[in-house]
């Protein structure tokens, strides 16, 4: 099931977005997931159009949010993006009683691993970055405050970079990340094959952020 919905942020900006809920009965669902789209992408198109829907499958209600940067192919208003991620965070909360994971692709990792510093708010203790980094060769001044922020973060966290993505130098952004959040435990998957947008490599790429996400639920995650 699709539902449209819309949330409004502590600074008063609109964001729109899908929801995609299981079929299953609601006792049977499990955690729900904020998905951040990158440059260029909306709530509609990118990554987060296939894997909301399979996250859904897999028993996660899942929505995929605007951010007021939406459809833009240069960074705006980046230490304003923890009141988009804000109001999506707080509607899933209240409405599925426990904080989301957040799922994030491209640019949108910058602003998820920015997240805690930015905001104060620690209750994300589950986030999953795919494409990690390429902002360090346009905006190198976010990949720096990125790697500052990080060291906010806690809890548990998935990086997924192709190994043949072409926009990005996927291992040493990896590790840079990894140095720079002590707080976390973070696993690092190089996923074979994968371009920069996983084109041909989407059943990978969602098999192996529900499998990771199946077990920290399992192991207890940090929140």
Not at 19 to 26: S, V
Not at 119 to 148: A, F, H, M
Request: glycine share 8%; charged share 25%; hydrophobic share 40%.
């Amino acid at each position: 099931m699709i539902e449209l919905v819309t949330v409004r942020t502590a600074d008063n900006v609109e964001l729109d977005g899908a929801l995609y809920t299981p079929k299953a009965e609601r006792p049977a669902w499990r955690r729900p997931i904020l998905g951040i789209h990158g440059l260029t992408w909306n709530f509609y198109r990118g990554p987060m159009r296939w894997l909301g829907p399979a996250f859904a499958a897999d028993g996660h209600p899942c929505m995929s949010l605007n951010m007021r940067d939406h459809d833009l192919d240069q960074p705006k208003e980046f230490e304003l993006s923890h009141h988009d991620l804000r109001a999506g965070i707080d509607y899933l909360a209240e409405r599925f009683g426990q904080p989301p994971i957040v799922v994030g692709h491209g640019y949108a990792c910058n602003k998820i691993a920015s997240y805690a510093a930015q905001s104060g708010d620690e209750r994300i203790r589950c986030n999953v970055l795919t494409t990690l980094g390429s902002v360090k060769k346009y905006r190198p001044e976010i990949w720096d405050s990125v790697l500052q922020s990080a060291r906010r973060m806690q809890g548990d966290v998935l990086v997924v970079q192709g190994t043949i993505d072409e926009l990005i130098e996927a291992k040493p952004r990896a590790d840079e990340f990894v140095a720079a959040a002590p707080g976390c435990s973070v696993e690092v998957v190089h996923l074979a094959g994968g371009n920069h947008y996983f084109h041909g490599k989407e059943a990978e790429l969602e098999r192996e952020i529900v499998l990771w996400i199946a077990k920290t639920e399992r192991h207890g995650d940090r929140s």
